[in-house]
């Protein structure tokens, strides 16, 4: 088998996928590690080992992330390529997504909003520091958590009532564009009886809502109608409600497609397996 490992070191965990010469996806692993040279042989290993695999069944490697500058030379000689971590995304979103063309949003530690279109390439458009780092970080001092699985089971649970405030809480006036159920602002309605599963509500709303203008703004730009939303918090339980409000109100498609945590990895394997589709 002659076989293209994707491999997206991030900030907090590894990502990778094996592809096929054809393209299909063998499978796909992350690992978690602080160190990237730890969690890349680690992801490594597992993705092999997992998958009956041997190192002389790899053709080739391709990096990306902020956790590939660490990395020096072919890994275990095997030839080994860095790919520029906004390319990756952009074709990993067109890839899972099937679109031509979408801003594709990369919602990780932070969040990054690229314009993708295949044939012509990936343009990094903007990016903003909420993201997955903000929802830990508040939720550390807010809810006394800053894992995952532990924020997203408390707020399945919270009131998001007890904690932002609605158009319909400051005025009876609705509009098309101002719905009276839609925020107003977050975090500017906290309850004095507020839980932590509250809190956990309302940061992943704002995080959320954050994103969704932002991408918003971008498609405006863009002149496209089309979001592709990638990395670990498009899986959030809120996030499809969110951005369908965002359809609504202002005509953008948000598309969540299937193994969209692993769209980065996806990405840097495609920008290498055909370099043609997703580079200038």
Request: a negative charge.
């Amino acid at each position: 088998m002659s076989i293209t490992l994707g491999i997206d070191i991030g900030g907090s965990t590894t990502k990778i996928v094996g592809l096929r010469p054809d393209g299909s996806i063998i499978a796909m692993h992350r690992v978690q590690a602080q160190d990237p040279i730890t969690s890349l042989y680690g992801a490594m290993g597992n993705f092999l080992f997992s998958n009956h695999l041997q190192l002389e069944d790899v053709a080739r490697i391709a990096l990306t992330g902020v956790g590939a500058s660490f990395v020096e030379g072919n890994i275990y000689n095997i030839p080994t390529e860095m790919v520029e971590e906004f390319t990756a995304v952009g074709a990993g979103g067109l890839f899972l997504s099937s679109q031509e063309r979408a801003v594709v949003v990369s919602m990780g530690t932070g969040t990054a909003f690229v314009w993708a279109e295949k044939g012509s390439g990936v343009r990094h458009l903007c990016g903003s520091g909420v993201g997955g780092g903000t929802l830990a970080g508040l939720c550390s001092r807010l809810c006394g958590t800053r894992k995952y699985d532990q924020i997203v089971k408390l707020s399945v649970g919270g009131d998001i009532n007890n904690i932002d405030l609605t158009v319909g809480d400051i005025t009876r006036n609705s509009h098309p564009s101002l719905p009276l159920d839609i925020t107003a602002a977050n975090f500017g309605n906290v309850s004095d009886d507020a839980t932590p599963g509250d809190f956990a509500a309302g940061v992943i709303n704002m995080v959320l809502q954050s994103i969704g203008t932002t991408a918003v703004m971008a498609c405006r730009a863009c002149g496209c109608e089309t979001v592709v939303l990638t990395g670990f918090m498009p899986n959030l339980p809120q996030a499809a409600d969110c951005f369908a409000l965002f359809n609504r109100l202002h005509g953008v498609r948000f598309i969540i497609p299937e193994n969209a945590p692993f769209a980065t990895s996806i990405g840097a394997a495609l920008s290498i397996e055909r370099p043609q589709e997703h580079t200038k």
